[in-house]
């Protein structure tokens, strides 16, 4: 057990690494704090969420 | 792990004693050590145990005695939390996320460039500098935000300074964004000109993106494992291939262009990046991007602890004299003007925290939903914001109002919030149904409901309101919550470029069209930007990196001068000025630095660093008829001297805007020792 949440707190650095934000941070947020409304599916999440990072007025930014 | 000691871990000393050893001795050999070779190896000991014993001992320092740093207090990822822009995350996992965004191409490239005048200077001042200098920027400036919730440095800069040095450093940050972009694309086009191998390379990445988009969208949404297993190999094949294809015959010129027809190209990319869907093309290779700097750097880390190779290079070169190769100028202050953000960087929040702490959210289908959470007044609870966020309220519906002035008109009565149908009636039901008085009645009731305003606190409350759209109203009224996040996400969509405008001027995104038919926009423009900064570069005769660079160093570390005189002010702001010299130190260094450099690039009498005295000589060349030695023809002999004007222009520009900025800086901490006690001006749940 102890391993599975080791490997999930990897997978989750390496995905904020590339920029990818934690789907289920977000569904656990939507389900406890916003019950009965929707949750966008992972496939929605992702869209979403590429949509606002490289869109228009873009999220990205590097320093040098 | 920082309180170890504090937590009366008897023996917690002793891991640090031991790290603290280590990089004294690594250091010590590296000090000792004489001639021509030395193993890199010492080198990457000695900097891993100076940054841990920084990290556990000074940091420490400044996070408790310094900034008195308070776990009770929320940051914004906790209050605004929404699964999707403000996510509480664990440590370990963020830093993660900051390490990948950070690392760019400057931090690679000023190092190497230094390292002309042998590898001791430049780690010296690598070591040194970042622990005085640029963590201590970093962390200031991240704990500032943060108690701002999450605000860029142009706009903390306007709220704790005024609205002069506000935008004053809004432009020069523009100007030194595009000094940026051109500079980091020059390396770019210069890296790829005449060699095959790297062309077919990043060529490759292309379809590879390609593919790479269409599996993530189509084929297996989502999977974002498998998407970068599939870049990685095809990444990997790409390089392998490359090697192949620059030998042959046939391929290798199909793949060998000039810096001009690059930058052309560049150009045609960026429009084509721009126009088409962003995750077919741009997002694969930002991925793949990333994963080449990270295993680019994490590989050359295990590398030197597997090869410990020597370090073929003197420690000190002749070239500190001002006479080298690549850079041309003493070792002080041109060391540590091309080094940079190597050590120092004045990039990193000019623009991120912007972006990545701050809240944008989003488009996407909750955006109307907390548009009209917000529009109920389902925030009411704290003591008088009701009625300011209703007023917020009102005008992000502006799409629905006729006109400023009826706007104004309405905020100000409760008929025109009726009909504007942001007004409910006490009996409604529904999520923002409020019982009993309401904080937000017209006025009489609210000067009441508002101890705040009865005081007298805020005398200028109303006619400000009237006054600014927004960007100032969080500040002056601290009260949280205050700033409606669809404002943030106007002010964050228009990015650096927009910044020095008036936020009153710029639309708001609501209307669905706009949503359309800015994306392309902006993205071209950012795509042009890319590409058209750096054609002159190249077809300079100079080759523009020798003339740019310095001009890049010059305007990132007069960058990281602006943030540290920021947090100095804030230091006295805050009431803490006992500690000030935590900042002061690292500031009087960068401006030491970054004028006389900034004076020498422009004045010196040697052509070889001073623009003027470069372009004086150019210009009695041709006043004499002669051609001088890069140019080969009278026009390219014009070209040198126009460009070595816009340099030295450029750079007395980079000048004034941190001499104001400094002006402005020291104004602000004479009247903040006026005061008694503290004047920042923080998000409330922080003052609370």
């Given at each position: 057990m102890r391993w599975r949440d080791v490997l999930a707190q990897a997978a989750r650095t390496a995905r904020l690494m590339v920029g990818v934000p934690d789907y289920e941070a977000y569904a656990a947020h939507r389900r406890a704090e916003h019950p009965g409304e929707p949750v966008m599916s992972r496939a929605e999440f992702l869209r979403d969420r590429t949509e606002r990072r490289f869109g228009a007025g873009g999220g990205i930014s590097r320093c040098c | 792990m920082a309180t170890a000691a504090a937590n009366g871990r008897p023996f917690g000393w002793v891991p640090w004693a031991l790290v603290a050893a280590i990089g004294a001795a690594a250091l010590g050999i590296v000090a000792l050590h004489r001639g021509e070779t030395i193993n890199a190896l010492w080198l990457v000991v000695a900097a891993v145990c100076v940054y841990l014993t920084a990290y556990r001992f000074y940091a420490t320092f400044i996070a408790r005695k310094v900034l008195g740093i308070d776990p009770s207090r929320r940051t914004p990822a906790v209050r605004h939390n929404d699964g999707l822009d403000y996510v509480p995350t664990h440590r370990n996992v963020l830093f993660g996320h900051h390490f990948a965004a950070i690392a760019g191409a400057g931090p690679l490239v000023g190092p190497v460039l230094a390292a002309q005048m042998g590898y001791l200077p430049g780690t010296l001042w690598i070591l040194?500098?970042?622990?005085?200098?640029?963590?201590?920027?970093?962390?200031?400036?991240?704990?500032?935000?943060?108690?701002?919730?999450?605000?860029?440095?142009?706009?903390?800069?306007?709220?704790?300074?005024?609205?002069?040095?506000?935008?004053?450093?809004?432009?020069?940050?523009?100007?030194?964004?595009?000094?940026?972009?051109?500079?980091?694309?020059?390396?770019?086009?210069?890296?790829?000109?005449?060699?095959?191998?790297?062309?077919?390379?990043?060529?490759?990445?292309?379809?590879?993106?390609?593919?790479?988009?269409?599996?993530?969208?189509?084929?297996?949404?989502?999977?974002?494992?498998?998407?970068?297993?599939?870049?990685?190999?095809?990444?990997?094949?790409?390089?392998?291939?490359?090697?192949?294809?620059?030998?042959?015959?046939?391929?290798?010129?199909?793949?060998?262009?000039?810096?001009?027809?690059?930058?052309?190209?560049?150009?045609?990319?960026?429009?084509?990046?721009?126009?088409?869907?962003?995750?077919?093309?741009?997002?694969?290779?930002?991925?793949?991007?990333?994963?080449?700097?990270?295993?680019?750097?994490?590989?050359?880390?295990?590398?030197?602890?597997?090869?410990?190779?020597?370090?073929?290079?003197?420690?000190?070169?002749?070239?500190?004299?001002?006479?080298?190769?690549?850079?041309?100028?003493?070792?002080?202050?041109?060391?540590?003007?091309?080094?940079?953000?190597?050590?120092?960087?004045?990039?990193?929040?000019?623009?991120?925290?912007?972006?990545?702490?701050?809240?944008?959210?989003?488009?996407?289908?909750?955006?109307?939903?907390?548009?009209?959470?917000?529009?109920?007044?389902?925030?009411?609870?704290?003591?008088?914001?009701?009625?300011?966020?209703?007023?917020?309220?009102?005008?992000?519906?502006?799409?629905?109002?006729?006109?400023?002035?009826?706007?104004?008109?309405?905020?100000?009565?409760?008929?025109?919030?009726?009909?504007?149908?942001?007004?409910r009636h006490a009996g409604d039901a529904g999520p923002g149904r409020l019982t009993g008085r309401r904080s937000d009645d017209p006025v009489p009731h609210r000067r009441r409901a508002d101890p705040r305003r009865r005081h007298g606190q805020y005398p200028f409350e109303r006619r400000r309101r009237a006054r600014h759209d927004g960007l100032l109203v969080p500040f002056r009224h601290p009260v949280r919550g205050l700033v409606h996040p669809h404002h943030r996400r106007c002010r964050h969509a228009r990015g650096a470029v927009h910044d020095p405008g008036s936020p009153r001027h710029v639309r708001g995104a609501v209307e669905g069209h706009q949503k359309l038919d800015r994306q392309p926009r902006g993205n071209c423009a950012r795509g042009r930007r890319l590409g058209l900064v750096p054609l002159p570069g190249v077809t300079d005769p100079l080759g523009g990196i020798n003339t740019l660079w310095p001009l890049f160093g010059i305007s990132n570390q007069m960058l990281a001068a602006i943030a540290l005189t920021l947090c100095t002010v804030v230091l006295f702001r805050m009431k803490r000025e006992r500690y000030a010299w935590v900042t002061l130190l690292p500031l009087s260094w960068l401006l030491i630095c970054t004028l006389t450099a900034?004076?020498?690039?422009?004045?010196?009498?040697?052509?070889?660093?001073?623009?003027?005295?470069?372009?004086?000589?150019?210009?009695?060349?041709?006043?004499?008829?002669?051609?001088?030695?890069?140019?080969?023809?009278?026009?390219?002999?014009?070209?040198?001297?126009?460009?070595?004007?816009?340099?030295?222009?450029?750079?007395?520009?980079?000048?004034?805007?941190?001499?104001?900025?400094?002006?402005?800086?020291?104004?602000?901490?004479?009247?903040?020792?006026?005061?008694?006690?503290?004047?920042?001006?923080?998000?409330?749940?922080?003052?609370?």
């Open positions: - | 040194v500098g970042v622990v005085f200098a640029g963590a201590v920027q970093d962390f200031l400036m991240l704990f500032i935000s943060t108690r701002r919730d999450g605000r860029s440095l142009g706009e903390i800069i306007r709220a704790e300074m005024g609205n002069v040095p506000g935008v004053i450093a809004m432009i020069g940050i523009l100007m030194i964004m595009i000094i940026l972009l051109a500079v980091l694309a020059l390396v770019v086009v210069k890296a790829l000109a005449e060699s095959p191998w790297g062309t077919f390379t990043v060529f490759a990445t292309m379809p590879i993106a390609l593919f790479m988009g269409l599996y993530g969208r189509y084929i297996r949404p989502g999977r974002i494992g498998e998407v970068s297993l599939i870049g990685l190999v095809g990444l990997l094949l790409a390089i392998i291939l490359g090697e192949d294809v620059a030998a042959s015959a046939s391929w290798g010129p199909a793949f060998t262009f000039s810096g001009e027809e690059l930058a052309l190209m560049l150009i045609g990319y960026g429009f084509v990046a721009s126009v088409i869907p962003v995750w077919l093309l741009l997002a694969p290779r930002d991925y793949l991007s990333t994963f080449l700097k990270i295993g680019t750097i994490v590989g050359l880390a295990i590398g030197i602890l597997i090869v410990r190779p020597e370090l073929q290079m003197p420690a000190v070169t002749r070239f500190i004299d001002g006479s080298g190769p690549v850079f041309a100028g003493n070792l002080f202050p041109f060391l540590f003007i091309t080094i940079a953000c190597g050590a120092v960087s004045g990039f990193s929040f000019a623009r991120r925290l912007g972006n990545d702490a701050q809240d944008d959210r989003e488009r996407g289908p909750f955006a109307d939903d907390r548009l009209r959470r917000d529009a109920d007044g389902k925030l009411r609870r704290d003591h008088g914001a009701g009625r300011r966020k209703r007023a917020r309220s009102c005008h992000l519906l502006r799409a629905e109002q006729p006109s400023r002035a009826d706007r104004h008109h309405d905020q100000r009565s409760r008929a025109g919030s009726v009909r504007l149908g942001l007004h900034g004076w020498q690039k422009m004045f010196h009498a040697d052509p070889k660093i001073g623009f003027l005295a470069h372009a004086s000589k150019y210009s009695d060349a041709l006043a004499r008829g002669e051609i001088l030695a890069p140019a080969k023809s009278v026009a390219q002999m014009r070209q040198v001297i126009f460009n070595d004007y816009v340099n030295a222009s450029l750079c007395a520009l980079f000048i004034a805007v941190v001499l104001a900025i400094v002006f402005y800086g020291i104004r602000s901490v004479v009247s903040a020792r006026r005061s008694d006690v503290p004047t920042t001006r923080e998000v409330a749940d922080a003052l609370a």
